[in-house]
């Protein structure tokens, strides 16, 4: 020992554990004592005193680092104590370099508030003390400075505090992204809810997360949050349904129970956490550090946050609640498990939207289909407790995934953005029994050591090799061949699955394997002693797996018949958490289900390498969670608790390397550039010399550096300086560039101020200078004004003056020029010539006049001239306008006109096309020319067949005009006429004569609607002109020959009219023909047969031009700008240019005509299959041998193997089938045929062996499994609708006309429907062509407006077509609510009526689910788009219909259908046993068992004692109808079979309602009324011959049912008068009493009843002299019971009955099989209350006998077989024909007997 120590000095000790800190207390002679920091006391002899027992304590130890790095002891004691000084400080965050240490305090400390986070922001790793904010600042910022994604790793035990440093993490961050948005909130929001439903209180943690979660935040490149991922990884669900001592189960059940509020818990039907096993059974209720009604509101509002819809809430709720409730149901065994509390059952069906029967029956048995039959099987009570359990557990689970789901919905972003990832995974586990659970999660532990070890360790030092840096090699444990252990190939992961797909494999097999392959494996222990474990040497300590239920757990299977059960759920809530659950079958038609379902661990071995690689591309911090201790309480340090955490998560090595090595390395140029600022002046050769000179300034020794070949090492402590001082430099870097860029910035301002004053002086400037100018100017003009008045004035006065002196100088002129004509006239005078003078006087007036009048007239010319100009313009644009307006309402009007006839005309088209499909025969054309395959071995092209019409223009001609064509795209053929097409039922060229002079003229004919006009030619505008109406005027047609004589004309013909002939002629003989017939065709028509003919085809003889769809190369848009829309079709030969009317029609015109991929040259694709096949075609079903191949998308078929051209080609893709051969057939017959349905037709194959045919339908099969699902726009509307806003639903429902109601039939079907031409089917009662034109029908019947006045047949044609085809029920529920939507008269006759069709399909099946939820959307929306209508009242009415729908065989009878077009209640009338009738008033949901109980209240017999049931008599059949069957789907079955011509008994079908099973064989306590019955019912007993007595008993039985009906015998009447059919009291003899008879159906028909008559009657006469005894014998027997009142009677006979153990069984034949001699052949099976016995027939002789309480199950495994499994007896086994009544009874008295047991009766 070289160094002594003082008493008081600490010092590490070794202690068997570790090194502990101690305090020396003495030291005597070498021999120390100790006391240990624990508080223990320790002596060390002095012989065991050295360096390796004690050692000095470095002072860096004594005081506790921040940095386990820098401590100078290095062994695990020094981490430990270091961790435990600082924890007594609450110091709880410790540095490992970068790694972070965090001690649960288990209390909360003041180190998480705002100011400190914040303060955290932008320091460096180790600035500021320790923190978890440190690394999540760390790790943000890093996502700049790396732009690198980022990962958070926190590990630890349970209840080390991941979680509470993951919420740490999320909140550091979503403070530092700062951008305070909703998504933000959200993600912290999404804590408590994933808490609540994925935590526990266990014993190891209060609030135990029991999944691994890994959230992944994502950032935008500001910084802010956009979104986040959660990804979860196995939940702990065996949790539901088992706890462990002390522990809860998931906490949301607690915060329900506790946190809800009373109304809330009554509407789950809840009361306490007390009353529900799976709340109470881990013993513990409640825990003070947990506040359930708390955390309940935090989750409702979190909820809200999360924008959970309220209806979404509840729904999650009322799973929750219905799972407390299933976990309540207890079981009892009796004949099988039955259900013990009933209220249970009802409440957690209720809350699951299932039938409780349903659920019950699905508990307690096993429904398995097996090659199409389904077999159910009685579970005994374990089983059923553990498809409860399985129950719960499932529900639970997907509630959780479908929670996760609905978070990352709403929190999701773009997956581009940078991303700082936190996983918070549950840690290494080891307990007492280690399962499949632990197994799993020590495997992700497993690896997330690899990754810490390779990212700590290995790489480490592989990178200093590479970069030769000087360095100590650190010993650590590579746990890579652990791994291979556990996933390598043939590893244990792979056996586990192998096993788990092996159906016989058991976990002990699964253990021998692992044995097998594993044993000499080093990290695999097989033990030595038990056999039902295996071990695996972990990193962290070695554990042993418990193999019980690793297969099962891995499987995972949910029995397929509970699927289904909650697929049928009302709620869509618990249908949607099923809905990918494909129900595997092992039919054909579910395609998902013949997929295999990857096991647990093998989605988990997924998920783990997808987390792997997430992380493999992210930047790791590492977060080590310690807990203190056990106890889960505040300031208690358990030293080996903490001890052996450190020691498995290798803190010690990591703190080893950390010290050692160089975690911080940048390449060369990266250290430069980022650390320039430090290497400023530095003068280097090169890249190496300028690094180390920048690091020698701050460590001159080269301490905490290396130089590598390519990068700089350097330690974590040295970085920091680094960083530090450059962030000063470029702080001083940074105000530099500050002051020039402000500078800078100011200096632009200043200049671009001082700019703007310029220019606002400019402005100004130019402003005030304009004003004034202005102001001038005005000033200016007004001097002139004044002054030029003055002048004008002026002027004015001289001018006045002037004329008033020219006019005094006129005046004086006439006045002159009188004077001297006065004086000439006096002179005429004079010389009397005064006839010269007048002359003279009148021409010199006159002209006077005139030269005035002239004037006058000019001016007013002119002035009414430019008036009526305007007059007469002003006129004649109002005229213009008018004819405009006119002319354009004319048009519109026609254009609607002939859109509607054309509409019609189509569909009549269609239809007759639809029916005319598929004729002509290829080889009876002979040749195999393309033209003459076509008709028959048609190749078909992939798409559907497009239709479309419309006008386009289209340029032409030579000198290319651009004209407007009406284009029709039609059986892949394109046509354009001159003017629309198809509103006529005919139309051509004709010659007509006409006109006064009876010229001829080549005119256009139309024919339409029963008239015939003409047309100067067919362009659209054509003015008519004229028109003969073919019925009304025309009273005969004159035919060519007579019309020949007549205007000596070829192929004409006349039309006789009152007041002329019409005569014309065609170009050829057919077409006068072609008209004649037309013309006499329309003749002939009634006026009814003229409206239901409107229409007739387009003739593309008319047409202008044509190009064949196949022609087309390509069509695009030709972009001109001048002309939208337009673009061009380019053939072979010529290229069309087109112009569309509107962008709609552009894209709907180019997506038609677009080529498609084309099968016929795509030879080069690999062939799958080729042989000879016969293939049956063509009209006269002829077989030719072909040579057939099949590729990837077709099968092409050849005339021989050598000839390249194929006859004809069958594409293939989803909505194809492929029938195989019937065996039976294919052996009988040697004809191995099958069919394939493709789209066009149905194929018929023969191969020529059996294995041929086969190798080609799987072949093909897969083919058409391979093809991806057609989906069609309705279906992407109601995808699109279900997600919608409210308020987009509008807008959808406009911009997609194909989901409102329309006026004509369909094209095209509205979902895609399966091909195949059903009439090959032979199974239907009416034959079908195919579900296409099936479903085209349909729509044509639907805007048919015929059928409104008696719709019945209509409905019921639509109905039995659903039935018979329900792969077209989804496609009608979709055309009748597309006809109902949107209707633009909601309330007219043809609406109203396909809502009586939908509101009768709605009461009789319902569509698949996705449909119904589209359904009640388009109910709702109609109820509020049109209250108070007739359409709201049938919404409603249908909306209440689809809640109760229930399974249905046949189609509602006329009846019914009535009575739900008026809504009203049905009336039906029952027999009742002994004769009487009742009437009930039932409806389209009233299942048999509601109409017993209605009976039972109307007979007053609620409380009676024994069991009734309601029977179905037809002649004298009776079967007991099965209480769930639905009553009007029975008067629906009679309808059917009325219609079929079967012939019920004399009575028709009845109803009866019946004694069903006897509870009680004593009669005393029975009302009148139930005895009646019970009298009645052995009465049918005795006269079945079901009462084992002998002769004379029989006739006192026969003579009291006398005396009970007819009172006493009068002896002085005739025995025959008193009782004319002793019939009715005594059973005649006959060997197979009819009664009992099992009469089939088809017996019925044959009228086979009648046919027994008769043979029965013939035996009678025959034996009439044993009659006339029997007589006697009754007349005896009966006078005998004189005086006794029928009661007595009743009673004696009854008493007779009872005298025998047998009775108050139900009696049945069987026969028993196995031929043991003691055991006669034919038995009586007698099921009764206590029982069920076998007799010897007609004896009392019990044969054996065995109570309910023995028999453990019982059924029929196979058809009329019937097995009962006996407790310690083994298998009984019949043959009947009655199974299913056996097995009804059976169940029945079981039902009662537990009934019984409940009530406590026993
Ligand atoms: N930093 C802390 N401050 C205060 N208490 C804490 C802290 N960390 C953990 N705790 C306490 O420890 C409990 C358990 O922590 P937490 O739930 O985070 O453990 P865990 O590691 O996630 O466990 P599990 O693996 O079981 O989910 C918390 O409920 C809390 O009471
Ligand atoms: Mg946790």
Known sequence: MATSFEPGSTVWVKTPETWAAATVTSSSGGNYAFKLRSGQDFKLDAKNVSRDTVMPMHPTSVTSVEDMATLADLHEGAILHNIDLRYAKDLIYTYIGSILCAVNPYKKIDMYGDKLLKSYNKRALGELPPHIYAIANEAYYALWKTNH??????????????????????????????????????????????????????????????????????????????????????????????????????????????????????????TSADNYRYTKMGGVLSDPSIDDVGDYKSVRSAMITMGFTPEQSTDIFKVIAGILHLGNIEFVTSGGAQVKNRTDLANASAMFGVDDGQLGENLTSKTITLRGESITTPLDGAQAEESRDSLAMALYSRVFSWIITRINKTIHAKETFLSVGVLDIFGFENFQVNSFEQFCINYANEKLQQYFNRHIFSLEQLEYQKENISWADIDWVDNAECLDLIEAKLGLLALLDEESRFPKGTDETLLQKFHERHEKNKYYIKPRLAKTSYGIRHYAGDVQYETAGFLEKNRDNFRDDLVLLLQESKSDFVYDLFEKDAVADSSKENKAGARKKPTVSAQFKDSLSSLMTALGAAHPYFVRCVKPNMKKVPASFEAPVVLNQLRYSGMLETVRIRRAGYPVRRVFDDFLYRYRVLGRGVKAPNDIEKCKAVLRNYDPQGKDWQIGKTKVFLRESLEIVLEKKREDELAVVLRIIKSRVLGYAIRRRFLKIRRAIVLIQKNYKGFYGAKQFKQKRKAAVHIQKIYRGYRARLLRARLLEQKRKEEERRREEIRRKEEERRKEMERLQRENKTRELEELKRKADEEARLEAAEEERARQANEADAQKAKALEAELDAKRKIEDDKRKAEEEAKRRAQADVKRKAEAAKLAAELDLDDGGDEEAQGGIDKGAESD????????????????????????????????????????????????????????????????????????????????????????????????????????????????????????????????????????????????????????????????????????????????????????????????????????????????????????????????????????????????????RKSRKKRWFTLRKDVIYYHKDPYTDVAIGTIPLNSLCSVVPPDELVGQNTGSWSFFVHARRRSYYLVAATQADATRWVSAIQEIIDSKAPIETQTEKLIAELKTAKVADVDRIYSSYPILTCGSEPLK??????????????????????????????????????????????????????????????????????????????????????????LTVLGCSFLPARKYVRFLRFHLKRSLDRYPNTEVAKYAAYCMDCIQQTKYRDYPASQEEIVAIQTQKELLITVLCQGGRTCKVAINSFTTAGEVTELLKRKLNMERCINGFGLYELSGDVQKSIEEKTIVVDILGKWEKYKRAGYVPGADGWRLVFKLFCVHEVHTRNLSPIELEFVHAAACEQVMARRFPCDENQLFKLSALMMQYDMGDMDPGIQFDKQCTDFKKYYPMKVENTLANSPISLSALKNTMTGTLRKIKSNFDDSQSQEILGIKAQLATEWSKLRGKGNQMALSEFMAILQSWDGYGCTIFDVENPVKEKNIPKNLWLAVGIKGVALYKPGTRECVASYGYETILSFGAPVANTYKIVIDGQGTVTFETTKVLEIAKLMKAYINELVRRRRAGLF
């Not at 008209?1075 to 003749?1083: D, N, P, S, T």
């Not at 095209?1308 to 029908?1337: I, V, W």
């Not at 639907?1342 to 077209?1368: A, R």
């Not at 029920?1369 to 043809?1390: F, G, H, M, W």
């Open 149 to 270: 994604h980022q990962c958070v790793l926190i590990s630890g035990e349970s209840g080390a505090g991941k979680t509470e440093s993951t919420k740490l993490i999320l909140k550091y961050l979503s403070t530092m992204s700062n951008a305070e948005s909703l998504v933000e909130k959200q993600i912290l929001e999404s804590s408590p809810i994933m808490e609540a439903f994925g935590n526990a209180k266990t014993v190891y943690n209060n609030n135990s997360s029991r999944f691994g979660k890994f959230i992944k935040i994502q950032f935008s490149d500001r910084g802010a949050i956009e979104g986040a991922k959660i990804i979860d990884y196995l939940l702990e669900k065996g949790r539901v349904v088992r706890l462990n001592p002390g522990e809860r189960n998931y906490h949301v059940f607690y915060n329900l129970l506790t946190g809800g509020s009373r109304e809330e818990k009554a509407s789950l039907l809840l």
């Open 936 to 1179: 028959d071995e048609e190749a078909e092209s992939e798409a559907i067949d497009e239709y479309k019409e419309g006008y386009m223009v289209k340029q032409g001609g030579r000198i290319k005009t651009w004209k407007r064509r009406w284009f029709i795209l039609r059986d892949g053929t394109l046509a354009y006429f001159k003017g629309k097409q198809g509103e006529s039922q005919k139309a051509g060229w004709l010659t007509k004569q006409g006109g006064a002079v009876k010229s001829w003229k080549l005119r256009w004919m139309v024919l339409k609607d029963g008239k015939l006009s003409y047309f100067k030619s067919d362009a659209e505008q054509e003015e008519c002109l004229g028109t003969v109406d073919i019925r009304k005027d025309v009273s005969g047609i004159e035919e060519p020959a007579a019309a020949k004589s007549k205007c000596k004309k070829d192929n004409a013909f006349g039309l006789i009219t009152t007041e002329r002939t019409y005569y014309m002629f065609a170009e050829s003989a057919e077409a006068c023909e072609e008209w004649l017939a037309e013309l006499k065709a329309i003749r002939s028509k009634t006026d009814d047969e003229m409206k239901s003919l409107d229409s007739a085809q387009v003739d593309f003889r008319n047409a202008q031009g044509q190009v064949d769809l196949v022609d087309i190369l390509s069509v695009g848009s030709t972009n001109d700008p001048t002309r939208p829309n337009t673009f061009a079709i380019v053939t072979a030969n010529r290229v069309f240019q087109m112009q569309a009317e509107t962008p709609q029609e552009y894209a709907e015109w180019i997506r038609v005509l677009t080529p498609r991929k084309k099968h016929a040259g795509d030879s080069d694709q690999e062939i799958l299959e080729k042989g000879w096949l016969v293939k049956e075609g063509g009209a």
């Open 1308 to 1397: 095209s079907s509205l979902l895609p429907l399966p091909y195949g031409d059903l009439s090959l089917d032979k199974t239907g009662a009416r034959t079908y062509t195919t579900l296409f034109e099936e479903a085209m029908k349909i729509s044509q019947y639907m805007v048919h407006p015929e059928y409104i006045v008696n719709p019945l047949p209509l409905i019921q044609y639509i109905l039995q077509t659903c039935f018979d085809l329900p792969k077209i029920r989804n496609e009608v529920y979709c055309q009748l609510i597309k006809q109902t939507t949107d209707n633009a008269n909601p309330n007219s006759q043809i609406s109203i009526r396909n809502w009586q069709i």
